[in-house]
């Protein structure tokens, strides 16, 4: 059983360029979630993905936004990138209506 | 909002000793989720508990769902030094967002 894999590793940004982020989900679950770490902070949701579409979203602007393929992988994109940005940003992946979600091993992003 | 609030923040504890941490809230929940999360690394699923007063272990982890479903309980027994690292309660927010809501995680230091 494969599990939930995120590319890249890490990844350094100026403000105001735009970034895209990618994960494959677990084998079998069809459902993947964005979540944004902060250093020292648990996981915020920024959004949901189910069937390709954006299923709910958490306090975050428009432009953080996020695709969903019919392989079940995703990506997260933020346009505009500002230097609160600078986070881990983790993905996610379950099946839908469980609320039992596993982890990847996150997007480390810097913004300067 | 929904806040999950857990304590200790932190633990400095002798290696072989046993750990208890806890994680309340002012609302209800279907679900209660305990992580692990170490450094660098995206959390880690120790324990999901379905069920008020359900009792689960996971070696020498064990979880509990309060019987009034706004807490949750986690001890470890005999810690070793690879249990080190910060520990996340999670629970699945109110609207049918795929959102989990994490705590502020208890950080845990074992001396050897």
């Known amino acids: 059983e494969t599990g939930v894999t995120q590319s890249p590793t890490h990844l350094i940004k100026t403000r105001g360029q735009q970034v895209t982020l990618r994960c494959s989900s677990q084998?079998?679950?069809?459902?993947v979630s964005w979540y944004q770490q902060a250093l020292g902070q648990g996981p915020q949701f920024i959004f949901q993905?189910?069937?390709?579409?954006?299923?709910g979203r958490g306090n975050f602007p428009p432009r953080f936004s996020g695709l969903q393929f019919p392989n079940y992988s995703s990506e997260l994109n933020v346009n505009a990138l500002e230097l609160d940005d600078s986070a881990l940003y983790l993905c996610a992946s379950s099946l839908w209506r469980s609320d039992t979600q596993y982890f990847g091993p996150g997007t480390r992003l810097t913004v300067l | 909002g929904q806040q999950l609030n857990q304590s200790p923040q932190s633990m400095f504890i002798q290696e072989g000793e046993d750990v208890s941490m806890n994680c309340t809230s002012s609302s209800i929940f279907n679900t209660w989720l305990w992580y692990k999360q170490e450094p660098g690394e995206g959390p880690v699923l120790l324990i999901a508990l379905y069920k008020a007063g359900e009792l689960t272990s996971n070696g020498r982890l064990t979880a509990q769902f309060g019987i009034t479903r706004k807490d949750s309980f986690l001890n470890i027994s005999a810690s070793i030094p690879s249990d080190v690292g910060i520990y996340f309660c999670?629970?699945?927010?109110?609207?049918?967002?795929?959102?989990?809501?994490f705590g502020q995680g208890t950080t845990l230091q074992v001396k050897p």
């Open positions: 993905y189910y069937r390709e579409e954006e299923n």
């Open positions: 084998s079998g679950h069809n459902t």
């Open positions: 999670a629970a699945p927010g109110s609207s049918n967002t795929g959102k989990l809501i």
